[in-house]
């Protein structure tokens, strides 16, 4: 594991993260070989929310939403990237 805080652990991080919510399994993490945390796939809006207002959730902070692409003509497409909605 990566020195916590630095580009490369946040990059372990979403990777661990995009995983979860590709496999559908929740996973843990550990730490001097004790378990750390665990990440599990709720999808629940309800859930989500009561969870954030007990400051239980930490990600995600922005939700990823599935988006069609936009025919921008001339053979060319521009993709929309859903990125954070404050």
Known sequence: MTTHGTKEYR???AAIHDEVVRTGE???ITKDGKPYVK?????DEAILHRLEKQG??????????PVE??????GDSTEII???RR
């Open 11 to 13: 990059q372990e991080m």
């Open 26 to 28: 929740p996973t843990i």
């Open 39 to 43: 990440i599990v796939p709720v999808t």
């Open 56 to 65: 239980r959730v930490i990600m995600p902070k922005a939700r990823r939403i």
């Open 69 to 74: 692409p936009i025919d921008a003509g001339g």
């Open 82 to 84: 859903a990125g954070n």
